[in-house]
Every structure is written in structure tokens, then in C-alpha cells.
């Protein structure tokens, strides 16, 4: 994780953002560091610079070019993924009591859709990090069975299968891969089975069938 000091004048909660109100457990992160990056070389995401609530405002503006109004009208962008068009956005309009607000990441690639991923910022944060622990553990076992697999037989020949795929680091698909973390967030999980999110999720069959898992491993 790496992070930027903070500038003279952070946005904060309560301030405008994309016509939405901005989450306030956002504006308590930027409080302490203006941009910050989760995951490094794995992937990850990066919260988009902001030296003031312009910069988001400009920064939105930006991303959410050619969307659907539905989602004009609901989502804030706040992060994205290195060099690919996913980003991550929060939902003024689900904000429980406390104005925290729900995450979802944004797929704009064919057809606008939203996958709904947290109940609230902090809970994004923790469940990005269980993923993470979750690939670092792959990538232990994975560099303990090429070890083993190298004492037995030697280095792989140059060129061949077991080379390739040695060049190879265990990635966890987030949220894909995860549902049963996804599954944690009981308030998430409450506004799922409510079906507050469909409007964002359209008819990405993928998306209901995924949500389906989480579901089912809240059950469980």
C-alpha cells in the first residue's frame, strides 16, 4: 500500500460530488492521504488524486462520460484499476443511518453494469485486504510446490510447459473469486436479498448468478 500526504484542503463529507453527496468515511481517508494504492504490482486499485473536491468532481465527470443516466444519477467514482476501465463508485442512495455508503465496482465495458461489493467503504477496505492475505497464501503454497517440484526433477527445460507456467503468479479475480468474503458483510448481504442493487446489476446474467454465491455462502 502506498499513500500521499494529504493537501491543505481534503474533500469532506458533506461536500458535492458527480450531484451526489460525498461518503464521509471517503472523506476521513482523504483527511490522511490525498492518493493511495492497494495492491501494487498483484493488481489492485488506486484512489483517484484529490487536492480538493474539484478534482473529483472533474475526475467523475471524466469516467462517467457515455454512462446511463441510472447511473449518472447514483454512483461517485472514487478508485480504479490500472490501465483498465473497472473503477470503483459509492451509492448516495443506499447510505444506511450513519451516511456511510455501499461499493460496487463498475464494468463499463459492453453494457454499463455494477457489481456490489461492500456495505461501506471501511468494509471494502477490510474485504479487499482478506483477498489479498488470501492470494498471498496462494503464492506461498504455489512457490513451496515449484520448490518441491524442482528438488525431485530440476529447473524446468527453457521453453517448455512447466517454464511458462512457472513465470506464473496465483491471482485472486476480486470479487469474482471471493464470494464467500463478499458474504461477511451481513448489511451488505441484507440489501442484496432486499434487491436494492438490481438496478445497477441489469441483466448481467454472470453478475446474478455470482450474487447467487454469496448468498448462498451467507447461508452457510
Known amino acids: 500500500m502506498e499513500f500521499e500526504q494529504p ?40 484512489l483517484y488524486r484529490a487536492d480538493g473536491v474539484n478534482d473529483l468532481v472533474d475526475e467523475n465527470e471524466q469516467v462517467r462520460q457515455g454512462w446511463p443516466e441510472a447511473f449518472r444519477a447514483s454512483l461517485s467514482v472514487f478508485a480504479g484499476e490500472p490501465a483498465l476501465l473497472y473503477c470503483f463508485a459509492t ?24 457489481i456490489p461489493i461492500a456495505s461501506s467503504v471501511d468494509r471494502f477496505f477490510e474485504t479487499y485486504s482478506h483477498s489479498l492475505e488470501r492470494q498471498v497464501e496462494l503464492i506461498r503454497e504455489d512457490a513451496g510446490f515449484r520448490a518441491r517440484l524442482e528438488a525431485e526433477f530440476g529447473p524446468p527445460a527453457p521453453g517448455s510447459l512447466r517454464e511458462l507456467q512457472s513465470e506464473h503468479t496465483p491471482r485472486i479475480n476480486f470479487p469474482w ?44
Open 91 to 114: 451509492v448516495a442512495g443506499l447510505a444506511g443511518e450513519n451516511g456511510a455508503q455501499p461499493v460496487v465496482k463498475v464494468d463499463p465495458y459492453e453494457e454499463v453494469v455494477a
Open 7 to 46: 493537501s491543505l484542503h481534503p474533500p469532506r463529507a458533506g461536500d458535492m460530488v458527480g450531484g451526489l453527496p460525498f461518503d464521509p468515511i471517503l472523506a476521513a481517508v482523504y483527511a490522511r492521504s490525498r492518493r493511495m494504492a492497494f495492491g501494487g504490482e498483484s493488481g489492485g486499485f488506486y
Open 177 to 220: 473469486e471471493v464470494p464467500d468474503l463478499i458474504a461477511r458483510d451481513e448489511p451488505l448481504v441484507r440489501l442484496l436479498r432486499a434487491g436494492r442493487f438490481d438496478f445497477l446489476m441489469g441483466g448481467c446474467q454472470d453478475i446474478h448468478k455470482w450474487v447467487g454465491k454469496v448468498l448462498a455462502a451467507a447461508r452457510t
